[in-house]
């Protein structure tokens, strides 16, 4: 469902635009009527339809609709067709709504819509009739020192009617819901906010067979969730667990199908993954650490991780082992105070871009406050499978090569960091390696091999922006 809301951005777009007014104000009372038909996933021989639309007192109309052909599925796939532009119509019995849409067709840039070739207009007839009487309904949620509560009347409806595709092809709307919805929403957003959440983790990571695997799982008071990923040069799976998965302060076992990402046509599984470990007591938790306009303290009981993970993918099967060199877990408290940055503006570096890099010896140690520097990178930081990390706020320094290993360290930095190394034959800087976090935690730490004499580049920096205090060593 994740996969198919990501797809439908105009859907997901609708719901923002009648919740943002609620939340872009402190303490705002906010009152709405609203009628909504959904249609979550229709499937028939000639494929699957997610269709939804929404009337808004305050907004006015939307709708929005995802097709995808036979024999794609939501699962597996992007959608065949997406609507660009919807208009829909509610009457006390009646829904009428219209559809343009285009191909699915993802653009070079990824920040631009995937607008293809026009299809043409999907029509929706339905008729709506009550079932049962009008209900009211109370919410009350907290989140830390954040206070939300909406109050209402709703009427529920059964649906019957039509939806037509432009190639005639016409779904039956019975499985579809709809509502009619008289509420008052009072949010509030207090300057500084605090965040208490408790959960027990668990993060395994392994490199086999050139290719990288990472396990995780996430229990707390809603949910128990799980995922295994598999990354290599020509290969991009990720699990969708077949079953329930069990994650307590003493067991672990989830079992995954795996799908494949670089293959858009694929229906199938293309392996699978089958966990199970122990979880036994051992020391304390207690962190404190600081990102952007955040402090966090977190507190609780390590674990000791014991167990397997056999994976199978197309091209081998492994056994790996699920303990302390590659799993760490934690049933851990954590508390977020967000606070908005105070004072004035930091100070330019002299060494913002690498044209005024400044030299450090090796075995030397610096300290500088970053808020003041550019927030883009000067140069990418490409890392391990020519993954892009998304550094800002950067600083520069240089180094010259001992013939041996170099590592350059941010460990003792109060923000999440991330440092890359570059040479330059001249013509422009060329990457060496970037790492973002290492050892669990937010500090990054590479070590590269140098040859005798060569200079070489170093932009460290904060993870999607941050800044703060950085400290950088080279040994």
């Not at 996969?3 to 872009?24: E, F, H, K, N, Q």
């Not at 849409?101 to 819509?113: I, M, S, W």
């Not at 390696?433 to 920096?461: H, K, M, N, P």
């Amino acid at each position: 469902m994740r996969r198919i809301l990501a797809s439908m951005g105009g859907m997901a777009l609708a719901t923002s635009l009648l919740v943002a007014p609620v939340a872009a104000a402190p303490s705002q009372r906010f009152s709405d009527t609203q009628s909504v038909l959904a249609c979550e996933g229709i499937t028939d021989e000639a494929g699957t339809v997610f269709a939804f639309v929404v009337e808004s007192e305050n907004f006015g109309s939307f709708a929005d609709l995802a097709f995808w052909a036979a024999p794609a599925s939501p699962e597996t796939n992007e959608p065949t067709w997406i609507s660009v532009n919807g208009s829909a119509d509610f009457a006390e019995t009646t829904v009428s709504a219209s559809f343009d849409l285009v191909e699915f067709e993802p653009q070079p840039n990824p920040d631009d819509p995937p607008f293809g070739d026009p299809v043409g207009t999907a029509t929706l007839e339905a008729t709506i009739t009550p079932v049962g009487v009008p209900h009211r309904y109370s919410i009350n949620e907290g989140f830390g020192n954040g206070q939300f509560r909406r109050q209402g009347v709703v009427q529920d409806f059964s649906v019957e009617g039509t939806l037509e595709l432009p190639t005639g092809i016409t779904f039956d709307l019975s499985s579809c819901s709809a509502s009619h919805d008289t509420f008052t929403e009072f949010t509030n957003a207090p300057a500084s906010s605090v965040f208490h959440a408790t959960q027990l983790v668990l993060d395994c990571h392994w490199e086999v067979g050139g290719a990288f695997v990472s396990l995780f799982a996430f229990a707390d008071e809603f949910e128990t969730f799980s995922n295994v990923f598999v990354s290599g040069p020509d290969l991009e799976l990720s699990g969708v667990p077949t079953g329930p998965v069990t994650f307590t302060t003493e067991t672990y076992t989830a079992s995954f199908d795996l799908i494949d990402h670089l293959d858009e046509t694929a229906t199938e599984p293309v392996g699978s993954a089958e966990a199970s470990a122990t979880l036994t007591a051992g020391g304390r938790v207690n962190e404190h650490f600081a990102f952007g306009n955040s402090k966090v303290h977190i507190t609780g009981t390590a674990y000791a991780v014991a167990g397997n993970l056999s994976l199978t993918t197309p091209d081998a099967t492994y056994q790996l082992a699920m303990d302390g060199e590659s799993c760490s877990a934690a049933d851990q408290r954590v508390t977020e105070l967000n606070s908005p940055r105070q004072g004035p503006k930091g100070k330019p570096l002299p060494n913002d871009a690498p044209e005024g890099a400044l030299p450090i010896a090796i075995g030397g140690e610096v300290s500088v406050k970053t808020l003041g520097t550019a927030e883009e990178p000067e140069a990418p930081c490409i890392g391990e499978f020519e993954v892009e990390f998304p550094i800002g706020k950067t600083a520069w320094w240089t180094f010259e090569g001992t013939g041996g290993d170099v590592t350059v360290d941010t460990t003792g930095s109060d923000f999440d960091t991330i440092v890359g190394v570059y040479t330059d034959d001249g013509s422009g800087l060329s990457p060496i390696g970037c790492v973002d976090d290492v050892d669990q935690s937010l500090q990054a730490r590479i070590t590269i091999a140098t040859e005798a004499g060569v200079t070489y580049f170093v932009q460290a920096g904060g993870f999607g922006g941050q800044s703060g205090t950085l400290v950088l060593s080279v040994n």
